[in-house]
């Protein structure tokens, strides 16, 4: 539900700062976290969230040392993905948001040794 705000806007005029008045609507917005955690050996495609019609936003942060595949309702390959995250990045996705199923693998075979990919799912 949205509700409406009072905001003051500070903008310079002839180097002095003047302040507007405006109404803004904000929505407020759960949010869902889940980790993945990969122990190593071969990367596998997991889903990493369902589809879910009031997703708002997606926030994905690789803490791990090797690239994380993101794939927008389908499995993901080595080859075949939708977004790249590199390692000890974050990934944003906003409007407009994919509500299909997520998912997700890391990008090479070895050891990952502490490599966690942290979701976090803006829900309305």
């Known amino acids: 539900m949205a509700s409406l705000g009072d905001a003051v806007v500070l903008f310079p005029v002839s180097g002095t700062l003047q302040a507007a008045y405006m109404r803004v609507a904000h ?10 955690a990969h122990a190593g050996g071969n990367p596998v495609s997991v889903q ?3 589809s ?5 936003g997606l926030v994905l942060h ?24 590199l390692a000890f990045n974050t990934l944003t996705v906003k409007d407009p948001v994919y509500t ?5 693998m890391w990008d090479a075979s070895g050891t990952f040794s502490g490599s ?7 829900t309305s």
């Open 100 to 104: 299909g199923a997520l998912f997700g």
């Open 27 to 36: 929505q407020a917005l759960s949010s869902s976290f889940s980790r993945i």
């Open 52 to 56: 879910n019609n009031s997703r708002q």
């Open 62 to 85: 690789n803490s791990g040392t090797q690239a994380f595949l993101l794939g927008y309702g389908t499995a993901v390959t080595s080859s075949s993905f939708s977004e790249k995250v």
């Open 116 to 122: 966690i990919a942290n979701i976090t799912e803006l």
């Open 48 to 50: 990493i969230l369902a």
